[in-house]
Each structure stands twice: as C-alpha cells, then as structure tokens.
C-alpha cells in the first residue's frame, strides 16, 4: 500500500536496474571502431572463427555483452559478434540512416537554419540529445539532428 501512495517508491519501481558488465561499466553502451580492421568473431576467443571484418574506423557499435576482454556488439544492421575490446573506442559516434538526406540543423529546431545535407551513412561524432534532438560533429560542421535520424543514441543520451 506504501508503494501505491509514494511517489518515490513507484518510480523507483518503475524503473528498470541498468546492468554492469564484468568490465564496471552498464551494459548495453555504444562505442565506436577504433581501427580499419576490426575481426568480427562467432565467439569471445581468438579460436572462435571470424564471421567478418569490418574495415570503417568510428562506426558505431553497441555493446550489448562482455566476457573478459571481449564485447559482443551490435551493429546499426542489427548483426552481433564478438569483438576484442582493445579494437574499440570510447568515443561517441552516432551514422545517419533513413533513406534521404538529413539536415543538420544550427538549433535543435525543425526551422533552424541548415548547415549541411547529410546522406545516410555518414557518421558524426556524437555530443549529446535534448529531447527529440541530438548534437553532432561533422568535418567541422556543428548542429542538430533529429533523434530518429540516426543510429547511435541510446534513450538515456
């Protein structure tokens, strides 16, 4: 009954615990592809065999998994692997997807004034989102994308 009339309390309740990792750190997170060859393996051991190779630096990945030095990632295609965590970086990237241009915006406004046309699969470094709307960086363009224009930030950014 307490937890019925308290507010704290539900919310508290309501709220789902974030996972850690092994690592100390809430699982799932994004990251990026700190390297052009990053083995993608079925397993988080180097006799697992690799299922690909990914060959594009910054892309963003999510880790979803941990097991020693190794992190299961998924991709913004939705495919998973295993990959060594020395191959990934901390650095926050966010790629462009939907089947049009996207225009990055000086405001995080649907009238804010455009400083560039981005196509899908261009990726940005990512800073951070403000309602529906997420800061990024690319080349030395600075603006606003709509949080449904890209893949990379998570609901907590």
Do not use: K
């Amino acid at each position: 009954v307490l937890a019925l009339t308290c507010p704290a309390i539900v919310w508290a309740q309501a709220t789902p615990a974030r996972l850690v990792g092994p690592s100390g750190l809430p699982l799932p997170r994004f990251a990026s592809l700190a390297s052009s060859e990053v083995n993608v393996r079925t397993g988080p051991t180097t006799e697992h065999p690799i299922r690909w190779v990914y060959s594009r630096p910054g892309l963003p990945v999510e880790i979803v998994e941990e097991s020693d030095v190794w992190r299961r990632i998924q991709d913004p295609d939705g495919e998973t692997g295993w990959v060594h965590s020395s191959l990934l970086s901390v650095r926050r990237t966010v790629i462009v997807t939907g089947s049009g241009i996207q225009e990055l915006r000086r405001s995080a406004a649907a009238d804010g004034r455009i400083v560039a046309r981005l196509e899908p699969g261009v990726i940005a470094a990512f800073d951070h989102c403000e309602n529906n709307w997420c800061r990024v960086e690319v080349a030395d363009e600075r603006g606003w994308l709509p949080r449904d224009a890209i893949w990379g930030a998570g609901p907590a950014d």
